[in-house]
């Protein structure tokens, strides 16, 4: 910056002057402190210079964005960080997959029980309508794994429903 205006974020939480040419600057301003501490804290100022200069000018941005992000999940989940963000997410899509995937049984079941002339075209006609023998006949239940046995005594009462998927327990909390 220069000698008239205010440092930036870095230069101020590191009680130093900024500089013309100093590579914080651009990327923590003066006015979100925050930020940089954050970034400091976990992967500290030496480091995050060090990766700022190795990187060409328009990547910059972007990596520090990524750094803050990081530094938010490591502050939250100080072992995994974005993986164990990613990890929880994952497992979601899993449970919610296998979900699904009963529901469908339940509903050809259903549908075969109401008659032949209800089934699906496309679909195979089925004599056994059990969800735990649909699901284990299906070509799809590698996808889920060791998590199979855990789902197969799902069953549809209400209170395996999710009434409000943001009132779940998060594990960063």
Known sequence: MGSGSSPCASCKLLRRRCAKDCIFAPYFPPDDPHK???VHKVFGASNVGKMLQELPVHQRADAVSSLVYEANARMRDPVYGCVGAISYLQNQVSQLQMQIAVAQAEILCIQMQQGPDQL?????SMVDCDVKSLLLSGNNTSDFGDQMPQFLSYTSSSNNIIQDPLKRES???
């Open 120 to 124: 699906p075209a496309t679909h195979p």
């Open 171 to 173: 594990p960063w909390t």
């Open 36 to 38: 940089f501490a954050i």
